[in-house]
């Protein structure tokens, strides 16, 4: 109903000459309209790759093997690559983490929103032109840039142009992979405050992923936990960030200043995670948990509600569930 996107089991598999890797092990999020979701984990967590799943992105040897990713009254899955073009740009679009690989360094600005236009639109020359001029102006750069070369412009620029080129057809939902992370901090703060005040003005929904908590913090609606391919918690941001209920998630506030500016030290999460090939037995997170018990080394933990947050562990299972398992 008020659902922009609503992904079911999704799983995205490796195919390796080893065996399949399952890189995204079966992820359920439903997104509402203008919604801004972060999703963060370590890298090599899995959240890249679900992104690239939900936008239909994936090169082998990735691809989706199971679930449902429904936008819009579609989904996403089984369209044909050519309705996925229509609906790519015009009604989702993509930033990706480094404008330097996403742009063409042979092409001018201006030259690449238009091949973007013409590709999906049939404007005039001035429409496209007035159209390019105005994404840049609403990303902060002046439309002389439309000249300009990639290399031509600093890297808060060309992440900024990105963005830009993400909202030429002012799409419902933008997916961004780290589109930051490449930016030296202050330049982080800027653009992180200038797509939220996009988002405000243009009402598009978010799904941010990025390794970096505290960037996201301020900015999402809700926040995305991923360890070792699944979803481990998932609740308001403030929820999380108040009291997070998963083990890893902790981990993760602790790995970072804290928000509110109190003097911490910073402790992080000893370990790394594990080869999604064979993941841990029980709870995936379980050879790195400090609070591990001897039954999560044969347990799989669900997504249980706690309080306003969703988390995956053992500690939060439901009473009757539990003596369920021992009876
Ligand atoms: Fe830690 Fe066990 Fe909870 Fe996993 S299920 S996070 S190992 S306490
Ligand atoms: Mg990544």
């Known amino acids: 109903p008020n659902a922009l996107l609503e992904v079911r089991n999704l799983w995205v598999e490796y195919n390796t000459p080893t065996g399949s890797v399952p890189a995204v092990a079966g992820v359920d999020l439903t997104l509402a309209k203008g919604e801004f979701l972060g999703v963060v984990g370590e890298s090599g967590c899995g959240k890249s790759t679900m992104l690239f799943g939900i936008a239909q992105l994936l090169n082998p040897p ?8 429904w936008f819009k009254g579609q989904n996403l899955v089984a369209l044909s690559a050519k309705s996925l073009n229509h609906l790519r740009w015009r ?12 742009l ?5 600005i201006g030259h690449q929103f238009k091949d ?26 002046d439309p002389v840039h439309l000249k300009s070369y990639p290399h031509q412009l600093s890297g808060g620029m060309r992440q900024r142009a990105m963005i830009a080129m993400a909202l030429l057809f002012t799409p419902d939902l933008i997916v961004m992979d780290e589109p930051t992370s490449a930016l030296d901090v202050v330049a982080q703060r800027s653009l992180m405050a200038q797509i939220k ?5 243009l009402g ?22 991923m360890y070792a391919g699944q979803v481990v918690e998932l609740g308001t941001t403030r929820a999380v960030f108040d009291a997070p209920a998963h083990p890893y998630s902790k981990g993760l506030l602790d790995a970072f200043p804290s928000i509110r500016g109190e003097k911490k030290r910073l402790t992080g999460i000893p370990g790394a995670p594990p080869n ?39 500690l939060h299972e439901p009473a009757a569930q539990k003596v369920e398992i021992e009876s």
């Open 62 to 69: 990735a691809s989706v093997t199971a679930g449902e990713v």
């Open 91 to 102: 009604d989702f679009s993509v930033v990706m983490q480094s404008a330097m690989n996403a």
């Open 104 to 108: 063409n360094p042979v092409h001018t």
């Open 116 to 141: 973007a236009i013409k590709a999906h639109a049939k404007w005039s020359e001035t429409e496209i032109r007035v159209r390019s001029a105005e994404v840049l102006e609403l990303v902060g750069i």
């Open 197 to 201: 005040e996009l988002q405000k003005q």
């Open 204 to 225: 598009f929904a978010v799904i941010f992923v990025t390794h970096d908590m505290s960037l996201v913090s301020h900015f999402s609606d809700r926040l995305m936990v």
């Open 276 to 314: 999604l090939g064979r993941p841990p037995t029980g709870c995936r997170f379980h050879p790195r948990c400090p609070v591990a018990m001897d039954r999560c080394i044969v347990d799989e933990p669900e997504l249980y509600q706690v309080g306003a947050v969703q988390a995956r562990c053992l």
